[in-house]
């Protein structure tokens, strides 16, 4: 079965360290690609599915853990859901002016049309990042 | 994933970036640009038209440094792709008087020209 068919799901699971970024960014492409997003929504989607696996990164599990990365196509809508073991926290400002991580959060909700962050009644994380597909 | 060349045009100094960057190598991009800054330089290339990512890790380096030489320099940006730029807009870095982007074919030679202008060589 087809990805472009409605309700199939991919997913890839990586260990929950920066240079797995890099295998994530093939991920949604691959994704982008079946999904036929054009190439400023797939960089988006790329852009905002790296910040949340980098905050899961940073202040979820580092090394400890993997982040897991489901992309469901429904109708008119994908969805990139990244799920993680450990604690979304916002931003810290204590340690300077302008924190590494401050722009994550309102990069993904710039670029997306829906972002819903879930805590996981066992202790995880899940970001769920959305794009309206035009018909 | 990425390659950080700096190299010293006529006495300006100008940074290529090819690749990614992301939250694993960004701090490499910081130490450039970071260089350049200590040593006094009051503007700053940045080649970034073999640039294919860049998210918020980059990002913040590239508005600290903009932050550091807005008033006495800017950090000039070449040619970046239509993705980059919109990063950058979304950020707000390109209504930074610290921060100027350059493009199409002559984009060096602009940037090394409003340098050459502002610095009265």
Same mark, same amino acid.
């Given at each position: 079965m087809n990805f472009a068919a409605s309700g199939v799901e991919r997913v890839i699971r990586v260990r929950?360290?920066? *240079?797995q970024l890099v295998l994530v960014r093939r991920f949604v492409e691959e994704v982008a690609r079946e999904a036929s997003l054009d190439a400023e929504k797939a960089f988006d989607l790329k852009v905002a599915v790296c910040e949340a696996c980098a905050n899961a990164v940073e202040h979820g599990c580092e090394g400890s853990g993997f982040v897991e990365i489901r992309a469901l196509l429904g109708h008119r809508r994908l969805t990139l859901v990244v799920t993680d073991s450990g604690c979304f926290r916002p931003p810290s400002y204590? *340690?300077? =002016?302008? =924190?590494?991580?401050?722009l994550g959060l309102p990069l993904m909700v710039a670029l997306m049309d829906e972002v819903v962050f879930t805590r996981s009644p066992a202790g995880g994380t899940q970001v769920s990042l959305s794009l309206a597909l035009e018909q | 994933m990425s390659d950080i060349v700096v190299e010293n045009r006529e006495g300006m100094p100008l940074i290529s970036i090819r690749g990614e960057i992301d939250q694993s190598n960004a701090h490499e991009l910081e130490q450039a640009l970071g260089h350049t800054l200590r040593v006094g330089s009051r503007f700053v290339l940045l080649?970034?038209?073999?640039?294919?990512y860049m998210d918020s890790a980059g990002l913040s380096v590239l508005l600290a440094a903009t932050r550091q030489l807005r008033g006495s320099g800017w950090l000039g940006v070449v040619n970046p792709n239509s993705d980059l730029y919109r990063l950058f807009e979304l950020v707000g870095l390109t209504a930074d008087p610290g921060f100027r982007v350059f493009e199409g074919s002559s984009a060096l030679a602009d940037a090394q020209a409003a340098i050459t202008e502002v610095l009265g060589w």
């Open positions: 929950a360290q920066k *240079d204590c *340690d300077g =002016p302008l =924190p590494k991580r401050g | 080649d970034v038209s073999r640039l294919t």
